[in-house]
């Protein structure tokens, strides 16, 4: 049976590789219920639901760079690790990426994916436009400066239809550098907590929750902007000798170029290089975002539950992002702090999560999409302010539930 990247969600369902667009209006025409799937790394069930799924990868590689080179169309099925060589080629940045490299455009999107950086918005927030298949077989184009709804058909887990093609915002492309501290105590973290995540462009902090100053600072430093890392402030932490995995432990091999070396952004804003192609992983991950007013109180309130985490866990990643407005993203309306837990793959976790979210969720997090979460459909959609709106443009743009995951009818009747 498919299943996702983690093994941990099966897909039951068949599998359809549209070649065209023409070919997803076909299909979305002659099935009563269908789903779109990118590359099925969500750990959430989010791409699961009663019809077939129709896959993006098959679609036409198309990048189309826009003539003011302000931005450029791609297909959905691309994935972030062949779309940032192509654009580097022609000059070209995105300002944000993901941990890893090989999920799809049309997935990251659909799921407010997001890296790192306080003045760096979700990936979800460089989208201009949507090239869409809707549940009568039409493709529709919604745009940004068009459609006054555009805000609602972005972070959209599939519910609207089939997304083909995406206009992304870009820029000129840029190098960074970026730098691994070791040691770093998260007392300093909780007291200097705009100075560390301020200290880069995209600031990542890894932790196991232990009792001894054990966390990773990775700093990643746009060249044009900051320059190189001079070496302060270090935060009291001490610059790692070699290549740093974020668990210790493990050979760093896979990790992007570290040690302050520059490179182009699409090399270092991912902390895994595109080179290696994970199959499966033997995690998975749960992560709250939470707004950046309430972080500090919510790393605190994860401190004290280190001894029921950090047996389970490989590591927590804290990270930052600027708010959007985009309805179901998960910084919508507020500058927001991700506390992400990648886990061993144990049932165990499903014990600890309800601790941990009786903790956050209070604080105003709203559990990732793509990721694990144990909280009921009524508090998903209560964290998810804009919810009532999304659910309004479900209901007008696919009255039948075609697109309609057993994840979004559950929040949908909630
Ligand atoms: C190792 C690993 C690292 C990760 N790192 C990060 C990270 O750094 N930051 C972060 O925020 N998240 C991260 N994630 C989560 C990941 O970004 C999301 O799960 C994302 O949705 C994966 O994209 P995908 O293409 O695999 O989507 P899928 O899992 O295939 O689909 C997810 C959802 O998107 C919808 N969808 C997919 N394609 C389309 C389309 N063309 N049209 C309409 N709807 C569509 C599906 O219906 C489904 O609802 C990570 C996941 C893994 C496994």
Known sequence: MRRNWSGTVDFPQDLLLPTSVAEVQGLV????????????HSFSPAAVGPGPHIG?????????VAPDRSSVVVSAGTRYADLGPVLHSHGLALSAMASLPHISVGGAIATGTHGSGDRIGTLSSAVRGLEVVTADGEVRWIRRDIDSDFAGWVVALGALGVVTRIELSVEPTYDVAQTV???LDLDVVERDFDAVFSAATSVSVFTRWRPEPDAQLWLKRRVDREGAWAGSPDFGAR????????????DPVHCTEQGGHEGPWYERLPHFRAE???SSGDEIQAE?????????????????MASMITPLLHVTEIRTMCADDLWLSPAQGRDTVGIHFTWQKDRRIFSVLPAIEEALLPLGARPHWGKVTV??????VEAYPLFPSFARLVEA????GKFRSDNVASLLRA
């Open 375 to 380: 909280a009921a459909p009524e508090r998903i």
């Open 276 to 278: 290696f192609t994970p």
């Open 56 to 64: 993006t990868e098959r679609l036409p590689a198309q990048i189309d």
């Open 239 to 250: 610059q790692s000798g070699g290549k740093v995995h974020p668990l210790e432990e493990l």
């Open 181 to 183: 501290l070791l040691g």
């Open 397 to 400: 743009v696919d009255p039948q």
């Open 29 to 40: 025409r002659t099935q009563e219920h269908a789903l779109a799937v990118g590359s099925a």
């Open 288 to 304: 709250y975002l939470l707004p950046r007013s309430h972080a500090v109180e919510g790393i605190r309130r994860m401190r004290s």
